[in-house]
Each structure stands twice: as structure tokens, then as C-alpha cells.
């Protein structure tokens, strides 16, 4: 086990995640705020902590977290891949376990750009006969 901070990065959506991954007692910050303050709703802290839980590494690590861009679900999907990635530089023992869960995934999806003459990217207007 590295005893320096292992640093790694995971995007979601327009969210982006630069995660510092150091042994400690389990602290989770976001860009200096306690991971229950930034993170109000049980769920999103629930997806950022799941590569813990299932590595069951809760207690060890102290993670930083650089948030930025997106909404608050891409967010917390963007740091739950920084988080995977990290715990892999550590231990690659862990990855098999992260991967069956699909925590080392990148999801490609992105929001398709609005076309011009168009109300929205797919959406066409009104068709009129008359």
C-alpha cells in the first residue's frame, strides 16, 4: 500500500472530478465541504461512497475532492469513477471487484448539441400542412 496521495480523475456528463485519495480515517471532503454538506441527499453520498463499500475500504483512506461543472447527479457519478480509478493505483487487487460493478466504466453519454432550425437537438418544429 502507497503511503503518498494517489491522485486520479473521472468524468461524467459536463462534471469533472479530480479525486486526492490519502490513508486516513475514512474523511470524504468536496471542495472543502464535508462530503453530507455538499452532498445534502443520502443518495449521492451513497454512489460517491459505493466503490468503498464494496472494496470495503470505508474506514482507511482520506479523500479530496475537486468538483466542477455539471449537475449534482454527474457530479457525484464523476467522483464515484475518480474514487474506482484511485483505489485501483493502490491495490489492484480491488479492480476486478470495482469492474464487475461497473465503477470503472466511463459513460460516454453526453448531451447531443441543439440543431439550428431546430427548437431543441432532436425535437423539429410543428409540421403545418396549411
Not at 486520479?8 to 472543502?32: E, H, L, S
Not at 440543431?115 to 418544429?125: D, E, L, M
Amino acid at each position: 500500500m502507497s503511503m503518498e496521495v494517489v491522485n486520479a480523475v473521472g468524468r461524467r456528463k459536463a462534471a469533472v472530478a479530480r479525486v486526492y485519495v490519502k490513508p486516513g480515517k475514512g474523511n470524504i471532503t468536496i471542495n472543502q465541504k464535508p462530503l453530507d454538506t455538499y452532498f445534502p441527499l443520502e443518495i449521492f453520498q451513497y454512489v460517491v461512497k459505493q466503490p468503498l463499500l464494496v472494496t470495503s475500504t470505508t474506514e482507511n483512506f482520506d479523500i479530496t475532492i475537486t468538483l466542477d461543472g455539471g449537475g449534482i447527479k454527474g457530479q457525484a457519478e464523476a467522483a464515484r469513477l475518480g474514487i474506482a480509478r484511485a483505489l485501483c493505483e493502490i491495490d489492484a487487487e480491488m479492480r476486478p471487484v470495482l469492474k464487475k460493478n461497473g465503477f470503472m466504466t466511463r459513460d460516454p453519454r453526453e448531451v447531443e448539441r441543439k440543431k439550428p432550425g431546430q427548437p431543441g437537438a432532436r425535437r423539429k418544429f410543428q409540421f403545418s400542412k396549411r
